[in-house]
């Protein structure tokens, strides 16, 4: 596999979105209950594309426990938002402050319900929150060949900056 690309982006108000899905902060469910509809919702989205890994159900159910109990920083809940329909979480962006920094550590959207823009929305509604936040640049981190979130990142304004952390971190 391709070593990942680091993309950032300025905060700047983007175009508005009509308010559609619901922040962590929002939410109702517990932790448990979340998480679990959580791992569903990752082993979906990512079965079979170019992130997947093999991972199955109870890794992914791993995989979102330790990420909610800070395995790449706290969880920005104000900033991270999903949509869930009948039941089910449909599509998510989720922000962790990784390091000082912002970072989407997750974009997903169900295969079912590709090709409605969800993601672009979500992404937007998570620009948007942090424009009058006191952080000044977004981060997340894309595989490349991942054409249709290298296009969607683009659309919005993302532009690689590297893929060593490290190196990042330090010029920042």
């Given at each position: 596999m391709s070593e990942r690309v680091i993309m950032s982006k300025k905060v700047e108000k983007v175009e508005?979105?009509?308010r559609f899905a619901d922040?962590?902060?929002s939410s109702s469910e517990n932790q448990v209950e979340l998480n679990k509809y959580f791992a569903r919702h990752f082993f979906d989205a990512f079965k079979g594309t170019i992130d997947d890994e093999g991972e199955t159900l109870t890794d992914w159910l791993i995989e979102v426990r330790e990420a909610f109990q800070g395995k790449y920083g706290?969880?920005?809940k104000e900033h991270s938002f999903y949509i869930k329909e009948e039941e089910r979480i449909i599509a998510s962006t989720v922000v962790a402050l990784f390091?000082?920094?912002p970072l989407?550590?997750?974009?997903?959207?169900?295969?079912?319900d590709r090709g409605r823009g969800l993601a672009k929305k979500l992404l937007m509604n998570m620009l948007n929150s942090f424009y009058d936040s006191i952080y000044q640049d977004v981060f997340l981190v894309v595989t490349p060949g991942n054409?249709?979130?290298?296009?969607i990142y683009k659309q919005l304004g993302f532009e690689g900056v590297g893929i060593n952390w490290e190196e990042l971190l330090e010029s920042t």
């Open positions: 508005t979105v009509d922040n962590f902060l706290p969880i920005m390091r000082g920094v989407v550590i997750y974009v997903a959207v169900d295969p079912r054409l249709p979130a290298e296009i």
